[in-house]
């Protein structure tokens, strides 16, 4: 089973402050995303990766940035927190685009209220 | 609109019954994954299938990508059964996006 991190686990930050959230993956797997679920919705795509060093934008992209120093690690950052960013992000991480690879795993989530 | 249409948005069994959750796609999908979100709020992956049907235990998903559509079958429901089960299809031709459905509440009941 993949093991993905996220660090921390819940925040709690000021409207225009800058927060990161990070994630740690020790599978080798190339792919990296990160998702947010607002309450009693689904998940949707924020940011993603399948290279070090380069990511993609989702879905949702305004108002945040992503950061993919390593192949384990991918960063997202809200450079000025705001309240409508208040929701719960989950890091994923999958192997590959092909068949069976392309499953998703994913980490536990960081609840995040902005304030 | 939404590209994948999740039904029902609430479900409500008895301990030892079962039924089937439901997801349409109004665009061609390549593959759908399962997942259940449990009360701790952890996804947990049941399924993911490019075409035809995968069985676990109590659990039975079939993709048909002809007809747009997915099943999440439950049989046999038990407590620990109950959470939020969202579909989840991959769409991107070169990319491996997931788009996911809204989900459906389930909970099982003694």
């Known amino acids: 089973e993949a093991a993905v991190t996220q660090s921390p686990r819940s925040k709690v930050a000021v409207t225009g402050g800058k927060v990161t959230l990070s994630c740690h993956q020790t599978?080798?797997?190339?792919?990296m995303y990160w998702y947010r679920q607002d309450t009693g919705h689904g998940l949707r795509l924020i940011h993603y990766s399948y290279v070090a060093d380069s990511t993609e934008k989702g879905d949702i992209p305004d108002g945040y940035k992503a950061s993919r120093p390593s192949q384990e690690n991918f960063s997202l950052i809200l450079e000025l927190a705001s309240l409508s960013q208040t929701a719960v992000y989950f890091c994923?991480?999958?192997?590959?685009?092909?068949?069976?690879?392309?499953?998703?795993?994913f980490g536990a989530g960081t609840r995040l209220s902005v304030l | 609109g939404d590209q994948v249409e999740q039904s029902p948005s609430a479900l409500s069994l008895h301990e030892g019954t079962g039924s089937a959750l439901r997801c349409n796609f109004t665009t061609t999908m390549r593959a759908v994954q399962w997942f259940q979100q449990n009360s701790r709020g952890s996804l947990i992956n049941l399924f993911y299938l490019a075409s035809g049907t995968k069985e676990n235990g109590r659990l039975k998903s079939t993709f048909n990508s002809k007809e747009s559509y997915s099943t999440l079958h439950i049989r046999d429901a038990q407590l620990e059964d109950s959470g939020t089960y969202f579909c989840?299809?991959?769409?991107?031709?070169?990319?491996?996006?997931?788009?996911f459905g809204h989900g459906t509440i389930l909970r099982v009941h003694p």
């Open positions: 989840a299809a991959l769409t991107g031709a070169n990319t491996g996006k997931l788009t």
């Open positions: 599978n080798n797997h190339d792919y």
């Open positions: 994923a991480s999958s192997a590959g685009l092909g068949g069976g690879q392309n499953t998703l795993y």
